[in-house]
């Protein structure tokens, strides 16, 4: 069974940075990959960044530049840094890890809320 725990979520003003964790336990394997996806109020969720295990990485058009994915496979652990945050950004930020059979595994997620 696999278990996937966010953290380092909060409030921070526009401009400002935050850095996400996502410890996982359970059957990960490095080949699969994990990403961060996030829903704001009455939208959708969508898939924010993404890696995989050669490293390559791919991410939403309205944080490229912005925000970095990284992964340590022996950690089980993939952060995401997010730099100039815009109240746009504002969401509940979920970690996933998506299996060698397409089956997809989510935290509870952290809220992320960019305001002044």
């Known amino acids: 069974q696999v278990q996937l725990v966010e953290s380092g979520g909060g409030l921070v003003q526009p401009g400002g940075s935050l850095r996400l964790s996502c410890a996982a336990s359970?059957?990960?394997?490095?080949?699969?990959?994990m990403g961060w996806y996030r829903q704001a109020p009455g939208k959708e969720r969508e898939l924010v960044a993404r890696?995989?295990?050669?490293?390559?990485?791919n991410y939403v058009d309205a944080v490229k530049g912005r925000f970095t994915i990284s992964r340590d496979n022996a950690k089980k652990s993939v952060w995401l840094q997010m730099n100039s945050l815009k109240p746009e950004d504002t969401a509940v930020y979920y970690c996933n890890y998506r299996n060698g059979g397409g089956w997809d595994y989510w935290g509870r997620g952290t809220q992320v809320t960019v305001s002044s």
């Open positions: 890696i995989i295990s050669d490293g390559s990485t």
């Open positions: 359970g059957s990960i394997f490095s080949i699969d990959p």
